[in-house]
């Protein structure tokens, strides 16, 4: 059972907006930034928000990151077939002096 | 380019040990933290741990603290993990990746079956 919670799976069509949630606490995304990634089946994880907002060179405007109190949130517009992925959310924990990463959301284009 | 490229899958039996390599490229290795995740087949990732290229201090998730080991060679850039006694729950791709605040760079990943 993961420190962070996202919801399993979510779905959206072709050129619609998702937004995935990731739920902490106050020892990890209430008081540390929160990066997320994306993982296609069979590959290694690519980082696509770091410090909770800020997009890495080359990773599309479509994808947004914002945080509010202990929940950090992925916004993914613009869907294209290609985002077709699991995402995860990730933070330190200040109490289990670990690296927490949530369960990971499937996005399924519809 | 910066790369993270790291050593072949292994098979081993309950109660070994394994040492999996990740050699960087591209950048100044004692510039950066170097971590290690797992990630069981199906499952979700999990961290192990830190190493400080720069003066080898490390330090390691609770649940792996008697059985991870992690180095680095600065002189060929290439950070390591080795996990002993080894149970088929440890079957899983580890993977290194780069950062502090989060993980900007991964290696592709190395598989890692435990079975007898």
């Known amino acids: 059972q993961s420190v962070l919670t996202q919801p399993p799976s979510v779905s959206a069509a072709p050129g619609q907006k998702v937004t995935i949630s990731c739920s902490g606490s106050?020892?990890?995304?209430?008081?540390?930034?929160t990066s997320w990634y994306q993982q296609v089946p069979g590959t290694a994880p690519k980082l696509l928000i770091y410090?909770?907002?800020i997009r890495p060179s080359g990773i599309p405007d479509r994808f947004s990151g914002t945080g509010s109190g202990t929940t950090a949130t992925l916004g993914i517009s613009g869907l294209q077939a290609g985002d077709e992925a699991v995402y995860f959310c990730?933070?330190?924990?200040?109490?289990?002096?670990?690296?927490?990463f949530g369960g990971g959301t499937k996005l399924t284009v519809l | 380019q910066v790369q993270l490229v790291q050593s072949g899958a292994e098979v081993k039996k309950p109660g070994a040990s394994v040492k999996v390599s990740c050699k960087a490229s591209?950048?100044?290795?004692?510039?950066?933290?170097m971590h290690w995740v797992r990630q069981a087949p199906g499952q979700g990732l999990e961290w192990m741990g830190i190493i400080n290229p720069s003066g080898g201090s490390t330090s390691y998730a609770q649940k792996f603290q008697e059985r991870v080991t992690i180095t680095r060679d600065m002189s060929t850039s290439t950070a390591y993990m080795e996990l002993s006694s080894l149970r088929s729950e440890d079957t899983a791709v580890y993977y290194c990746?780069?950062?502090?605040?989060?993980?900007?760079?991964w290696g592709q990943g190395t598989m890692v079956t435990v079975s007898s």
């Open positions: 106050s020892s990890n995304i209430g008081n540390r930034f």
């Open positions: 990746a780069r950062g502090e605040d989060s993980f900007d760079i």
């Open positions: 591209g950048y100044t290795f004692t510039s950066y933290y």
């Open positions: 410090d909770t907002g």
């Open positions: 990730g933070a330190w924990d200040t109490s289990l002096n670990t690296w927490m």
